[in-house]
């Protein structure tokens, strides 16, 4: 069975097949700037797993060989692309599932650039909903 996703607003929907061969939780600069958040979750499949079944992403050149494929109306980030060191491979914003849960984290990765606040979130205090006082 295919896992679907898409990008916030719907103008990019996609579903892959298959196994995912990891799901790594990338704390790189690039990632946290792109998508704007601490840490960026991302698994990985050969890249002809991939389908995508509604709308056209729109690319983006981040590094030299990286290119990031994501929603031009939203701005959701969807897909990671780097034919130079991972050729023929597709890594998928795991957060953009219809089921986010659908595939666990397997391994944090870039952690030489992981914000050092980051080591220590699970110390946090924790509410379920939006908290009345802060």
């Not at 939203?74 to 795991?94: H, M, P």
């Not at 984290?105 to 946090?124: D, F, S």
Request: aromatic share 8%.
């Amino acid at each position: 069975m295919p896992i679907t996703g898409g990008c916030h607003c719907g103008a990019i929907r996609y579903e892959v097949r298959g196994e995912a061969l990891t799901h790594a939780l990338c704390h790189c600069t690039d990632c946290r700037r792109h998508a704007g958040a601490p840490m960026v979750g991302w698994t990985m499949y050969p890249a002809t797993a991939l389908k995508v079944t509604k709308g056209t992403p729109r690319v983006y050149s981040s590094s030299e060989n990286g290119r990031r494929h994501f929603c031009s109306d939203c701005g959701t980030g969807l897909f990671y692309v780097n034919d130079a060191v991972l050729a023929g491979l597709v890594d998928i914003q795991s957060a953009t599932y219809d089921d986010p849960t659908a595939v666990p984290p397997r391994v944090h990765i870039q952690t030489a650039e992981r914000l050092p606040w980051m080591t220590r979130l699970h110390e946090l205090p924790e509410f379920e909903r939006y908290p009345s006082q802060l």
